[in-house]
């Protein structure tokens, strides 16, 4: 909802649903408000959140994807290199790059079928 709000211009709505998110103190809720953060350009402050969430919770995951997408806008390997060591757990080996050939359209169309609303009632 939050991030629908923030699309459709609405951005009081959206901080009154990512603090009502965020005073639960659940990751997931403190995730979205984090993310509202973020999306507002209060970087600061999301990060504040993110760090919260590992030392409460001990998930480095949302820090570590903060700090990639934080180093990447901004060009900061080390920052980069940073973020990725905290996702060792979840990737391993690191950021890979996608090969080309990952992401190619479908050979033919698919076409949905009909749902039952519009197939023609048999009469009786």
């Given at each position: 909802m939050v991030r629908y709000y923030l699309r459709t211009g609405r951005v009081a709505r959206a901080e009154s649903r990512a603090l009502e998110s965020a005073d639960a103190y659940s990751v997931r809720g403190l995730k979205v408000y984090?993310?509202?953060l973020e999306a507002r350009r209060c970087e600061a402050e999301?990060?504040?959140?993110?760090?919260?969430?590992?030392?409460r919770y001990d998930?480095?995951?949302?820090?570590g994807t903060f700090?990639?997408?934080k180093a990447l806008r901004t060009s900061d390997a080390v920052l980069q290199q940073q973020g990725w060591q905290m996702l060792r757990k979840v990737f391993p080996k690191g950021g890979e790059r996608l090969p080309g050939t990952a992401c190619t359209a479908p050979r033919r169309t698919v076409r949905p079928s009909p749902t039952s609303a519009?197939?023609?009632r048999p009469s009786t």
């Open positions: 984090a993310h509202f999301a990060e504040q959140v993110y760090n919260a969430i590992e030392k998930q480095t995951e949302p820090l700090m990639v997408r519009e197939e023609p």
